[in-house]
T-cell receptor, first 114, second 112 residues
Framework: EPEVTQTPSHQVTQMGQEVILRCVPI?????FYWYRQILGQKVEFLVS????????KSEIFDDQFSVERPDGSNFTLKIRSTKLEDSAMYFC????????????FGPGTRLLVL | QKEVEQDPGPLSVPEGAIVSLNCTYSNSAFQYFMWYRQYSRKGPELLMY????GNKEDGRFTAQVDKSSKYISLFIRDSQPSDSATYLCAMTPSGGYNKLIFGAGTRLAVHP
């Protein structure tokens, strides 16, 4: 069964460093998302992406964050200058179509900023 | 008032019990409702997906939506120890780009 994959599974970085989290969405899906989950808290929406453009972003998704689909399969989240509070699980998700289609999540990348 | 409220539990039941998990919401624009299961330190796994009020059944799982009361439920019949996980409700309005709003999750433990 097709699934969303994410790499790396764990990433430890120093505050102020740049990190890139990678995702391979399900192959026929057109809509891509990033969410994050701080330990013990809710899953929170960060950004949605379609047709090589950001379609919606949350207040969390400030100028330190960017997303890109560098080729036909990968979808990346970049954090330019990490802060301690960026430590969280980051989940990539994808869906076939627009609103109403369920989103399928990847296993997540656990990011720890020291 | 939070957009989506979900009792965090934990909920502990014996194997074979019927489990009822619930969420309430305040935004009447929500039209699509999902239940995800999340094992510890893993990604959310889609369990059920519903649109509009009514019931939807899939094996041991039944999802119920009552839009008039802004209340959704997930029932698990004949619960198994492997059902032990955190259950997340999520919802999104029609139109827009599927920005899911999640509940806090209910932790369920099914003991043999």
């Amino acid at each position: 069964e097709p699934e969303v994959t994410q790499t790396p599974s764990h990433q430890v970085t120093q505050m102020g460093q740049e990190v890139i989290l990678r995702c391979v969405p399900i192959s026929n899906h057109l809509y891509f998302y990033w969410y994050r989950q701080i330990l013990g808290q809710k899953v929170e929406f960060l950004v949605s992406f379609y047709n090589n453009e950001i379609s919606e972003k949350s207040e969390i998704f400030d100028d330190q964050f960017s997303v890109e689909r560098p080729d036909g399969s990968n979808f990346t989240l970049k954090i330019r200058s990490t802060k301690l509070e960026d430590s969280a699980m980051y989940f990539c998700a994808s869906s076939v179509r627009l609103a109403g289609d369920p989103e399928y999540f990847g296993p997540g990348t656990r990011l720890l900023v020291l | 008032q939070k957009e989506v409220e979900q009792d965090p539990g934990p909920l502990s039941v014996p194997e074979g019990a019927i489990v009822s998990l619930n969420c309430t919401y305040s935004n009447s624009a929500f039209q699509y409702f999902m239940w995800y299961r999340q094992y510890s330190r893993k990604g959310p796994e889609l369990l059920m997906y519903t649109y509009s009020s009514g019931n939807k059944e899939d094996g041991r799982f039944t999802a119920q939506v009552d839009k008039s009361s802004k209340y959704i439920s997930l029932f698990i019949r004949d619960s198994q120890p492997s059902d032990s996980a955190t259950y997340l409700c999520a919802m999104t309005p029609s139109g827009g780009y599927n920005k899911l709003i999640f509940g806090a999750g209910t932790r369920l433990a099914v003991h043999p």
